[in-house]
Structures are given as structure tokens and as C-alpha cells.
């Protein structure tokens, strides 16, 4: 147990990132006192007002009455911007700023970022380095802590946690946005429960939307709830029937959206074209559910006359980007240009856009779903909640009057349900169950999650303690095991967790990052017309390695050898070339480096940056292709398909066509699988990680081929019962014609012993 890091033996400031020593006594006398001078002279004011600042001497009050207090406050009302800098000013005028550390979480990176910059802003030159956001793969962190404010997003305060459960140093935690129920913010409310019993100087704030508030009150022992209406310059609401009435269409067409929630994109550009003709001036704002339906708008858009002038701005924003590009959204276009944007429900709260005048709404986002028969999550598109409607609609008019094109007639939006389902309740639990294990080792899941505001079902939760179990990270007793207190580490699916922590062990390190990277983030620009040049391309670069997985690693190896050898014009070709999203590269570039730390703070690596160097120790065994296989293997069992000669098709049997099998019955693989139609697979295994379901079928979206010597040596499936070898003989010759393999693998594996419990 030697090897084992323990992840609580040094406490990390939040607010800084680095080894958290309290003040001395006279170290705060002299900050605060030095706040205080700094905030007199500064005086900041408030720029605008908001309805918030007449509450503030009620929400102060509120939060030196009650430890927790719930800030129920309409849309526009200020809270976000205004009430984390009210708590700071109060404390610094008050003298005694030095204690005062606030963590206000967002539910995305876009809001985060952008709120930090205007709390600076408002505060201006001489206060801003009170402020500070960190967000996934960013951190501009506050100068010092000690009267400091940082914006962050929920998954990186659920990290700070494991290094400073008790959130030692912290004054406030602000929660921004909590009706929107995902499932890291009831994680989070869970364990700030526990935090406010065992830190007495901490105090939370929750802030939501009006609606059911008092649920949220009474899981907080009946917190007060603070009350604040909200302002917003008057919207005027336009639903289907009026859109295509205004745009001249029969209302037959009103027809175009019964079937469900499909979205007709190219009655979404009509709308906007229509707007850009007859509409006031003032910047779109469209929300659409996916990447593909922005793509498939932007091109629809440029495809017409009207939109190739250069006098529209077109700008995309989703969570791919970078924190760079989805700045664009805020800046105002030349003078005679319209702004349009087209965005996912990433836009849809907190952040304001100051020039939006029109929002359309195509009236559908996507959503996790999970099927406990098939044990299958999919990605689905679903009509929103009309909480949602309201929250997008409040986008237009924060900062003058507006319109809301809602793309859904009024009797729909009458049938859509009034909240949101919380994540929770309709998601797979592993990686919940894993952050459970993390932060209280000693509870069992159930117990542990049925602590959280809307507890999962149990079944939900055996099930997902079993996969735990399954892939060796929880122990019988659902203790975590040496591996899973490594695979605690990595921030990202479990599964992927352990492939990273094998590929340390494996010394294949690099290549098995960008995989898991790749699977976090598609670098490929994938929309519904690119999907056959996408295909195509991955084809090239597959050549006969019959594996989806080996393609990220290569496309990402290239690339980088790209950035770094070849000039801008053969950069672009080679993006060009494959299909390749510029922004998602960069994004996967940063979870490399940042799973590379994660592979370093779980003592696997000397050190991050080793990781990435091909000559590196850690990339030894990195261009062995078969071995890259074996660890993918290793690391995503039991996620096994067998493929069986013959199948039943239509009532007949056919011998020559194939079929797959998972453990949960048949499966088909997906259109953008390389594997997918290959008449003669090398083996008769392959594994996988991501699949989805259609029309009652399960698609299995990636997967690789596996030989069956790693199967063997790997893991504990048995392939004499499965029929791959009939005498042993067979599996004696077989084993030497792939000699070269087992001595690989036969020399690093006493090292996975290390992960014996
Ligand atoms: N970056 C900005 N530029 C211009 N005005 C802004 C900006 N940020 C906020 N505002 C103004 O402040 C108002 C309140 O913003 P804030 O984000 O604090 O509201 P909120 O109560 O949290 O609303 P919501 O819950 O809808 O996000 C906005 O409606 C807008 O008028």
C-alpha cells in the first residue's frame, strides 16, 4: 500500500490552487486593513442599478441570521453579478475583508468566465484582482486569498473538495442557478451539508429561479428564502402560428413540428433571414439543441445570397470551444452588421449578451438518457421544460426590449412540463457513485445518494456500484481499490480513468491520452453533411488497424507534429484534409495535459510533461499497435462484443453475414465506426466504449478489434467456453504465432499486480 497516495495529506487553498496555511492573526488585521483602505479610495459604484440592490441589506441580514439562506431571484434581478460582491463589501468595509473568501459556482465554463469579467469590471482597475475565475483546462484565479471572490464551475469545486473537504479558508459558497438541477450541483448540495457541520465559519447562498424554492429550503433544516423580483425591458412573445403567419406561409406548416421534437433547419434560417429583413436592429440570439444543427445552420445561412455579403456576423457557441472563441459572443459587430448567433443551452443562463434584441428558440436541447435493460446512455433530443422557455426568452431584454421567436406553437408550449427532470434521476451513476467514494469512503452508495435532493432509484445505484465492481475500482465491499483510488484521480469516466492509469503501467501513455481525450471531445467536424467526407478520412488514416480508437491517436499525433513542423498554409490543409475541428483539437490538447497532471497527482508519472514526450519512458511500448489494443481492452472490459458467423435477417438465416454480441444482448455498429461493414474482421472480438440507441437497436458508436491473446492475459473471460478454441493445441500454436505480443505483455504484467486489492 506503499504506492497508494493518499489524496487528503495536504489541504490546497481553494481560492489559490496552492498549499492552504491559515493567516496568522495579525497577517488578517493587516490585509483587511489593507482592503479596507483599497475599497475607500476605490469607492466602486454600482454601474447600473438592478432590483437586487435595494434587497441587499435583506440578503445581508438573511446570511448573518442562517448559515444557509436560499436568494429566490426572477431573471434580470442582479443576483448573479451583484450579490457575491455585496457579501466581499460588507466584510472589507466592515474591516475585517481578510476573511471573507467567496466561491460562486456556474453550471458552465461561458458564464463563469464571463460573470468574473464583469464583477471586475464593475468594480474596476484598482479592486479587480479580488476577482478571479477557474474553469476546466483555465484558471485566472484571484491575486491572493483573503477578500476574494472566485467564479468557478461546479465540476472544478467538486475537485477542489477531495483536496480541502471541509473548504478550509472559505467564508461563503455561492450556487448559482441551482434549479437547473444537473447532477454535479446535487452532488455538490449533498456534501455542502456535511461541509457546514464541520466548518463553522462557512456559510451558503443558493440562488434559483422562483419556482419550488421551499424543497430546497427544508433539505437545508427550512433555510430562509429571500425574495427579489426581477426586471426585464418587456418581450414580446411570438409563437409558430405567428411566425409563419408574419412570414407569409399557411399555417399547414404549423404541422412541420407535430411529429416530435425533429427540428427543420431550414425553417430555423428562414426565420432568422426573415428577422434580418423585417426585424428591429440588434444582434440574434438562436438556440438550437446540438453542434450539427448549428453547423447545418451556419451553412444553410451562407449557402444564401442574402447572407454572403459579409454584412451578418454568424457565430457559433458551444461548449467545444475554447474559452478564447466563445468570448466572440460578446463583442459587438462593425456598425451595419448583425450578430447572429447560434448556440446550445449554454447560453441559455446566466451570461448576458448585451446586444441581443431577438432570440429564436427552436424549443429543444439534448439530454442524457439512460436504459437500465440495455445499460445503454443516449444522447438524446427533447423538447425543453417551459422553465427553460422562460430562461431563453430572458435572454432578449436585459438590456433593452426585444422578441422571442418561439419555434413551437402555443398549445405545445402549454404541454411541456414545468421543470426540468433532474440529471440525476435519468443518468448513469458510475462516476456520481466514484465522487461519492471519494468523499465518503466509509458510506455505502446507497446510503450515501440517498442523502441527495431527488435520490436515484436503488436499482439505479446497485447497478452502477456493479459496473464499479466490473471494471475493479470498487471492491466487494464497495470499498475503492488500490486501482480505483488511482483512477479517483482522473478527471473523467471511469472506464477512461482506468485505460489512462494501464497506460502508465503499460508505458504506452500518449496515444491512450488523446484516445481519452477524443472520446471526451469529437475533434472531427461532424455534421450530417460532413459525415461521409468524415468517414472517408477516417478510413485513410485507419489503414488495417480496424480500430476507431487508433485513429484518434493518430490523427492526434499528425496533428501535433503539424503545429509544430509545418507551416500555417499545411496546418490548415491538414485540417482541411480531415475533417478536423481546429477548436475541439485545442480543447483535446488541453485534457491531455490536463489528465497527464491527473496521471502525476495519482504518482503514476515522475512528472505531467513526460508524459508527452514520444522518447519518454512512460511512451516506451507507444507505436505497438497490438499492445495499444490489449490496454484498450484492459481498460474498457467487460465492454466485449463477440462477432458470431451468421445471422437471422428478415425470418432467414444467412451464414455469411455477421452479428455482434455484447453481454446485454445484440448490438449493430454505428455508421461512423470504421468497423462497421467490414466483411473480414482480423479477430472475433472487439471492444468498445460509447454506444447509443435507435429505433430500439443499440448502435455501438467506436470499437476496436482485439486479439485474443490479450483477452487471455487481460482479462478473466473465458474463451474456451466461448468456442474461440476448440483443443488446446489450437490455443498453444496460436499463442506462439503471436509471440512477440505475449512477450510484451508477459514482461510488463507482474505490474498490474500492483493493482491487486
Ligand atoms: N456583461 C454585461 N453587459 C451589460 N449588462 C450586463 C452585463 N452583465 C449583466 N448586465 C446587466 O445586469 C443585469 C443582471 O445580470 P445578472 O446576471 O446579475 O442577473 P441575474 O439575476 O443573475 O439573471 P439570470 O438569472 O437571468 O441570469 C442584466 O439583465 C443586464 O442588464
Not at 464571463?114 to 475565475?133: D, I, M, N, T, W
Not at 429543444?364 to 433530443?381: A, F, G, Q, R
Not at 436585459?398 to 435519468?426: D, K, N, W
Request: aromatic fraction near 6%; charged fraction near 20%.
Amino acid at each position: 500500500n506503499r504506492y497508494i497516495p493518499n489524496i487528503y495529506t495536504i489541504i490546497y487553498d481553494a481560492i489559490t490552487g496552492r498549499p492552504y496555511r491559515p493567516l496568522s492573526e495579525h497577517q488578517a488585521l493587516h490585509l483587511s486593513a489593507r482592503l479596507q483602505d483599497q475599497w475607500e479610495q476605490a469607492d466602486p459604484g454600482l454601474h447600473l442599478a438592478l432590483p437586487v440592490d435595494a434587497h441587499r441589506q435583506r440578503v445581508i441580514a438573511a446570511v448573518a441570521s442562517s448559515r444557509v439562506v436560499v436568494v429566490a431571484g426572477e431573471t434580470g434581478c442582479g443576483k448573479t453579478t451583484r450579490i457575491p460582491r455585496f457579501l466581499l463589501e460588507e466584510h472589507v468595509r466592515g474591516g475585517v475583508g481578510a476573511h471573507c473568501n467567496v466561491l460562486v459556482t456556474q453550471p458552465r465554463r461561458i458564464s463563469a468566465v464571463s460573470v468574473a469579467h464583469r464583477v471586475a469590471q464593475e468594480l474596476g482597475p484598482a479592486l479587480k484582482h479580488c476577482v478571479g475565475y477557474q474553469v476546466r483546462l483555465e484558471s485566472r484565479p484571484p491575486a491572493h486569498s483573503g477578500g476574494s471572490m472566485l467564479f468557478l464551475t461546479v465540476g472544478v469545486l467538486l475537485k477542489k473538495l477531495q483536496s480541502n473537504p471541509h473548504l478550509e479558508g472559505i467564508s461563503h459558497v455561492v450556487v448559482d442557478e441551482v434549479h437547473e438541477r444537473d447532477i454535479n450541483t446535487d452532488l455538490l448540495l449533498a456534501l455542502l451539508r456535511s461541509c457546514l457541520k464541520e466548518n463553522p465559519h462557512l456559510r451558503v447562498l443558493l440562488m434559483s429561479a422562483t419556482g419550488d424554492n421551499h424543497r430546497l429550503a427544508h433539505y437545508f433544516g427550512d433555510c430562509p428564502i429571500v425574495r427579489v423580483p426581477g426586471f426585464m425591458h418587456p418581450v414580446q412573445d411570438r409563437y409558430l402560428e405567428d411566425v409563419l403567419r408574419d412570414m407569409g406561409r399557411p399555417s399547414v406548416d404549423v404541422r412541420v413540428r407535430s411529429d416530435g421534437a425533429s427540428l427543420d433547419h431550414h425553417l430555423v434560417a428562414d426565420v432568422i433571414e426573415h428577422i434580418d429583413r423585417h426585424g428591429e436592429p440588434g444582434a440574434v440570439l438562436c438556440f438550437l439543441p446540438g453542434w450539427q444543427d448549428i453547423r447545418s445552420v451556419q451553412e444553410n445561412l451562407e449557402s444564401r445570397t442574402r447572407f454572403s455579403s459579409g454584412s451578418q456576423m454568424i457565430v457559433p457557441l458551444h461548449s467545444s470551444l475554447s474559452v478564447a472563441d466563445q468570448q466572440v459572443v460578446f463583442q459587438r459587430p462593425p456598425e451595419g452588421r448583425r450578430k447572429i448567433v447560434l448556440a446550445t443551452n449554454i447560453a441559455e443562463t446566466s451570461i448576458t449578451i448585451d446586444d441581443i434584441v431577438h432570440v429564436v428558440d427552436a424549443g429543444t436541447h439534448k439530454e442524457h438518457s439512460y436504459d437500465p435493460h440495455t445499460k445503454v446512455s443516449c444522447l438524446d433530443t427533447v423538447w425543453i421544460s417551459r422553465s427553460n422557455v422562460t430562461q431563453r426568452k430572458g435572454r432578449a431584454g436585459r438590456c433593452q426590449p426585444g422578441h422571442s421567436y418561439h419555434l413551437f406553437t402555443r398549445r405545445q408550449m402549454e404541454a411541456l412540463m414545468p421543470f426540468p427532470v433532474p440529471e440525476i434521476l435519468r443518468t448513469p451513476l458510475e462516476s456520481l457513485i466514484m465522487q461519492a467514494k471519494i468523499h465518503s469512503p466509509n458510506s455505502k452508495a446507497v446510503d450515501f445518494l440517498s442523502q441527495v435532493l431527488d435520490s436515484p432509484l436503488k436499482e439505479a445505484v446497485r447497478d452502477g456500484v456493479q459496473s464499479l465492481q466490473d471494471i475493479g475500482v470498487l471492491d466487494k465491499e464497495e470499498s475503492l481499490t488500490p486501482l480505483g483510488r488511482r483512477v479517483a484521480f482522473m478527471s473523467c469516466d471511469p472506464r477512461l480513468g482506468k485505460l489512462l492509469v494501464l497506460s502508465s503501467v503499460f508505458r504506452c501513455v500518449l496515444p491512450l491520452l488523446s484516445v481519452a481525450a477524443c472520446l471526451t471531445r469529437d475533434p472531427f467536424h461532424n455534421s450530417l453533411q460532413n459525415r461521409a467526407l468524415v468517414k472517408k478520412a477516417k478510413e485513410t488514416v485507419s489503414g488495417s488497424s480496424y480500430s476507431d480508437y487508433l485513429i484518434f491517436s493518430r490523427i492526434i499525433q499528425t496533428w501535433r507534429k503539424v503545429q509544430h513542423e509545418g507551416n500555417r498554409y499545411q496546418r490548415d490543409k491538414f485540417l482541411e484534409e480531415h475533417i478536423l475541428s481546429r477548436s475541439s483539437l485545442r480543447f483535446i490538447n488541453g485534457l491531455i495535459s490536463q489528465f497527464s497532471e491527473n496521471l502525476c497527482e495519482a504518482e503514476l508519472v515522475s512528472r505531467g510533461s513526460e508524459c508527452q514526450s514520444p522518447e519518454s519512458v512512460y511512451n516506451t511500448h507507444s507505436e505497438q499497435d497490438e499492445l495499444l489494443k490489449a490496454v484498450l481492452l484492459a481498460g474498457l472490459y467487460p465492454n466485449l462484443i463477440q462477432v458470431m458467423k451468421g445471422s437471422v435477417l428478415k425470418g432467414r438465416f444467412r451464414p455469411n453475414s455477421v452479428s455482434l454480441r455484447t453481454a446485454s444482448g445484440q448490438v449493430l455498429l454505428h455508421r461512423s465506426s470504421v468497423n462497421r461493414g467490414q466483411e473480414k474482421l482480423p479477430s472475433r472480438w472487439l471492444t468498445f466504449f460509447g454506444a447509443v440507441k435507435s429505433s430500439g437497436m443499440v448502435f455501438i458508436r467506436d470499437s476496436s478489434v482485439v486479439h485474443p491473446l490479450a483477452l487471455l492475459l487481460l482479462t478473466d473471460c473465458d474463451l474456451t467456453e466461448t468456442g474461440t478454441f476448440s483443443s488446446l493445441d489450437q490455443l498453444q500454436l496460436f499463442m506462439f504465432n503471436y509471440n512477440s505480443i505475449r512477450i510484451t505483455l508477459t514482461r510488463i504484467y507482474p505490474q498490474l499486480l500492483l493493482f491487486s486489492p
